[in-house]
Structures are given as structure tokens and as C-alpha cells.
């Protein structure tokens, strides 16, 4: 096939994609049936005070469990892309990022537990808490900072896993105890939740990280670190 023909059909199949996707928005009634009411009166058993935690992972929690596995793919299709080097870092000044880091860092990680901690009666959750905390590792990327083999091993994949292994351990706890999928006991829904957003956080912000990189990171030359090849070798 030709290299015309070839783009000519993917035009001609995105411009499909998108008239079907506008057809399916124009068709939706213009009032739609709000569920706001029965948000509301079900807040006693959803284990948290904000509705947009409670709806996100308790009332419709599938539709959370689903992006936590999309991001998860995500990761795992860069990965497959192959060990890539990063690129030199983007600032010459070293010292002063260096010193920004310091700065920035613990403030960063500071937020980001606030925002999973306030989630439950204030905006926040494990979303925009996993990306700050993405963006403080990438914040590390950046500075040259070299992390060593054995963390890009398993505590590499262990946290880019532990979200969805937690979602679906604890959808499957619910379920053993008689109940429905990622329907939690009243008294422990608070918990539950919070546990869920936690290992969340964490398979976000690495998940950010990989995305960042563009590939999978080497394990046999030490780590990741952000110094060119031929930096390397100056080095002992």
C-alpha cells in the first residue's frame, strides 16, 4: 500500500470516528436525569463527606477501577516501546536546581498527602495527588538525580501495580463477604477508600514517570539517570 493511500484511509476513518462521536453527543436528551438526590441521601454509607469521592469510589467505583487499569496499560505500552536513555538535563544551572529541588520536593509530597487526605470532605483524591506527586519524580529526572537498579526493579513495578491490585483486592474482599462488587461495609468504607487512594497515588505518579521516560528504564547499567551515554564513560 501506498504511503498516500495508507493516510488518505486513516483520514478518511478519523473523520468517521469523529461524526460518529458527534452524532452520539448530539442524540443526548438536552435534560438529563440527575442523580444528585440519591447522591445525597446515600452520603451516610458512602464512608467519606465529599460527593465527588463518594460517587468516584464507592458509588460508581467500577468506573474508577477502569481508569486505574487504562493507566495501567498505559504504562505498561510504554514500557514495551524499549530501555530507552533519557536526554541531558533541560536546565544547565545545576546548582540552583539542585537547590530548588530541596525546596520543592518536600513541599510537593507534603501536598500531595494533603490533597489524598482531603479528599474525603474537600476537593482533592488520588488523582491530583498522583500527579503532583508524578511531577516531583519527574522533578528528580530532571536534576540528574540517579536512582539505583534496585529500585527501578521490583519497588518500580510494585508501585506501578499496587493501584489496581488494591482496587481489585479490595473489590474482590467486598464481594467474599457478601456483598456486591465494590459494595464496602458501611463502618469500613472510610478505610477501604483510603487505602485504595493511597496505593492509587502512588501507581499514578510512576505512571507519570514511565510516560515521561518514553520507554523502559535500564536495570543493568545501574538505574535511570538522566546523564547522556558519553557522560557515563567520563565517569570512573
Not at 458527534?22 to 454509607?45: C, E, R, Y
Not at 529541588?101 to 507534603?110: D, F, G, T
Amino acid at each position: 500500500m501506498r504511503p498516500f493511500s495508507a493516510k488518505l484511509i486513516i483520514i478518511v476513518l478519523l473523520v468517521a470516528l469523529a461524526g460518529l462521536l458527534a452524532w452520539a453527543i448530539l442524540s443526548l436528551p438536552f435534560h438529563g436525569t440527575s442523580l444528585k438526590a440519591q447522591v445525597f441521601a446515600n452520603m451516610g454509607n458512602s464512608g467519606v463527606s465529599n460527593p465527588v469521592t463518594a460517587v468516584l469510589l464507592n458509588f460508581r467505583g467500577y468506573d474508577t477501577l477502569l481508569e486505574i487499569v487504562v493507566l495501567f496499560l498505559a504504562a505498561l505500552g510504554a514500557w514495551s516501546l524499549g530501555i530507552v536513555q533519557l536526554p541531558d538535563p533541560l536546565h544547565p544551572a545545576r546548582p540552583f536546581l539542585s537547590a530548588l529541588l530541596r525546596i520543592l520536593l518536600p513541599a510537593m509530597v507534603l501536598t500531595a498527602g494533603y490533597l489524598l487526605w482531603a479528599g474525603a470532605h474537600a476537593p482533592g483524591g488520588a488523582f491530583q495527588a498522583g500527579a503532583v506527586l508524578g511531577s516531583a519524580g519527574i522533578l528528580l529526572l530532571l536534576t540528574e538525580v540517579r536512582f539505583a537498579s534496585a529500585i527501578v526493579r521490583w519497588p518500580l513495578r510494585t508501585a506501578l501495580s499496587a493501584g489496581i491490585l488494591v482496587f481489585i483486592g479490595v473489590a474482590l474482599g467486598s464481594m467474599a463477604l457478601g456483598g456486591r462488587l465494590l459494595e464496602y461495609p458501611s463502618h469500613w468504607a472510610g478505610v477501604l477508600i483510603l487505602v485504595i487512594e493511597t496505593a492509587a497515588i502512588l501507581s499514578i505518579g510512576v505512571t507519570l514517570m514511565v510516560l515521561f521516560i518514553g520507554g523502559r528504564p535500564s536495570e543493568a547499567d545501574g538505574g535511570v539517570s538522566v546523564k547522556s551515554t558519553e557522560q557515563r564513560k567520563d565517569k570512573p
